[in-house]
């Protein structure tokens, strides 16, 4: 395993992570399975663990942090996320300094931890003020319930404001933002945010990385009964077009070449993009998590980049 600064700060995360999203708590509920993928990823060399409180509604962040407690907190880089309703309070949801401050001890309380190493705002606020959301992540940061503070799928736009804010107030800015990136969904990342984040030294750890399996030849011939994109319909029809098939198939007489997975490619396609500090990968069985950590250290030539861009393009 490889590892690499997070953003311009001094915390290093593992180019492989392991995340909760529609896995623990959904598809993976027997605590057992949970922990042999989590011990796994950690013995593979992953110490760089996502959560969210939205996650299986707090049940993701509890199956995980019953494994992450046995192990030695300073070797671990855990995040967890704010912003989703959690119950029909009118209160409980978003980013007020209320619900972030009340959030971040409900998830630390799941979790068994004193402290997280991140603290993401998962989406941007339009009803809070961007001075309360700044100063309600600074207090986080500056009571020890987080070493760091970062955003989830913001517009470059806001990403900027928050740490501009923060900087001319003397806060704590975000480092690091957490976006949707992969072969097949980045053109936002790459026109959008990157033009903004990798100039200012905030990190990117992006989530779905395999475009919900696509990337790993999974869907080549349908929809596998029980899969995730079987199970979230909105985003199969996103992912699962003829063209995206056919593109994902041509790429395998890539990765036989390079002597890899179509997984493992993706993955180095991602690790690739200068900004990128980490790529979230998901796992419902020990396998998948053997597979993904193969893809760090896997250098892509300039030239395979551009045979998969024109594959990409096609």
Not at 202 to 217: D, E, H, I, K, R
Not at 279 to 289: N, R, S
């Amino acid at each position: 395993m490889e590892y690499r600064n997070l953003g311009k700060s001094g915390l290093k995360v593992s180019e492989i992570s392991l995340g909760g999203w529609v896995t623990f708590g959904h598809n993976v509920n027997d605590e057992s399975m949970v922990r042999d993928i989590v011990l796994k990823a950690y013995e593979s060399g992953v110490n760089f663990f996502d959560q969210a409180d939205v996650y299986a509604r707090g049940r993701s962040e509890e199956l995980m942090g019953a494994v992450l407690r046995e192990l030695p907190r300073h070797t671990l880089v855990i995040s967890s996320k704010v912003f989703w309703p959690m119950s029909d309070d009118v209160n409980d949801r978003g980013l007020s300094r209320k619900h972030v401050l009340e959030s971040i001890d409900k998830s630390l309380k799941r979790l068994g931890t004193d402290y997280l190493d991140i603290y993401f705002a998962h989406r941007y606020d339009e009803n809070v003020p961007m001075e309360e959301i700044v100063m309600a992540f600074d207090h986080v940061v500056r009571s020890g319930r987080a070493m760091y503070w970062g955003t989830s799928m913001w517009p470059a736009a806001r990403i900027a404001e928050a740490v501009e804010f923060a900087k001319a107030h003397g806060l704590y800015a975000p480092v690091t933002e957490q976006p949707e990136y992969s072969m097949l969904r980045r053109e936002r990342v790459e026109k959008e945010i990157l033009t903004y984040t990798h100039r200012a030294g905030v990190g990117l750890v992006v989530w779905s990385p395999l475009a919900m399996g696509m990337l790993t030849g999974k869907y080549d011939e349908g929809m596998p009964e029980g899969s995730r994109l079987t199970d979230n319909e909105n985003w199969g029809k996103n992912f699962v077009t003829e063209e995206n098939r056919q593109r994902v198939k041509t790429l395998k007489t890539i990765a036989d070449e390079l002597g890899i997975t179509r997984a493992q490619l993706a993955l180095a396609w991602v690790l690739r993009q200068p900004g990128v500090s980490s790529a979230i990968t998901g796992a419902t069985k020990v396998q998948q998590i053997e597979e993904t950590v193969g893809a760090s250290g896997v250098k892509l030539t300039d030239d395979v980049a551009a045979r998969i861009d024109e594959i990409l393009a096609s």
